[in-house]
């Protein structure tokens, strides 16, 4: 399966400034999912990115506060803009693989302060 | 709509007794549910998954799970705890017939196997 790896694995941020977050995948695939862990709770959908096409964000999500971009079928960046503490978070990238499985990148712990 | 429900913030067992972490699901179709398993620090695993077939699915570490259509139920079990699955679980759920490949996670339960 897919192997994923996160830069940065942590990162601890002042209030006001932004972070990208990047993912890269060891092999090609068509969508990869952005993912917020907020402290002692589930993983929640950001927005699902596509080669060559505008993310899609879910509800509660908007572009100005997480741009993503998708250069290539291998590599995503998602950039925490304009941070709060709030923001602190694990953000963690996927992909789907062949069997429906979804994998994950090792996470980007953040802190805000 | 989709969603999953684990009725259990956390599930406390010694070690060599049977385990058991519930999870209900809602799909507007029919689903494909996973479990997955996150350890202190570390990424989230894939356990096991059921896509069609038999209902009793097996995967890692020993870990069972059985669809019960009936009662929209996906338990993931194990026979004989150890005290290195503490860990903390997620049980997911995807609607077969969206085409957004969008996965819904319910709120987690924290395993504790105490020796």
């Known amino acids: 399966s897919a192997v994923i790896s996160q830069k940065p694995s942590r990162d601890i941020c002042q209030r006001g400034t932004s972070l990208t977050i990047q993912c890269q995948v060891d092999s090609q695939v068509t969508m990869m999912f952005w993912y917020r862990q907020q402290p002692g709770q589930s993983l929640t959908l950001i927005a699902t990115a596509n080669q060559g096409s505008e993310a899609t964000y879910e509800s509660g999500f908007v572009i100005d506060k997480f741009p993503i971009s998708r250069p290539n079928l291998t590599f995503s960046t998602l950039t925490v803009s304009n941070m709060s503490p709030e923001d602190s978070s694990i953000y963690l990238c996927?992909?789907?693989?062949?069997?429906?499985?979804?994998?994950f990148g090792p996470g980007t712990r953040l802190t805000v302060l | 709509a989709q969603s999953v429900a684990q009725p259990e913030d956390q599930v406390n067992v010694a070690e060599g007794n049977p385990l058991t972490v519930k999870c209900t699901y809602s799909?507007?179709?029919?689903?494909?549910l996973f479990w997955y398993v996150q350890y202190p620090n570390r990424g989230l695993q894939f356990l096991l998954k059921?896509?069609?077939?038999?209902?009793l699915v097996k995967g890692s570490y020993g870990f069972e799970a059985e669809f019960n259509k009936s009662q929209t139920s996906f338990h993931l079990k194990k026979p004989s705890a150890l005290v290195s699955d503490s860990a903390l679980y997620f049980c997911a759920v995807r609607d077969m017939r969206s085409n957004d490949y969008k996965l819904s996670f319910g709120a987690g339960t924290t395993v504790t196997v105490r020796a």
């Open positions: 799909v507007s179709g029919n689903p494909y």
């Open positions: 996927s992909v789907e693989t062949s069997g429906r499985v979804k994998v």
């Open positions: 059921y896509i069609t077939g038999d209902n």
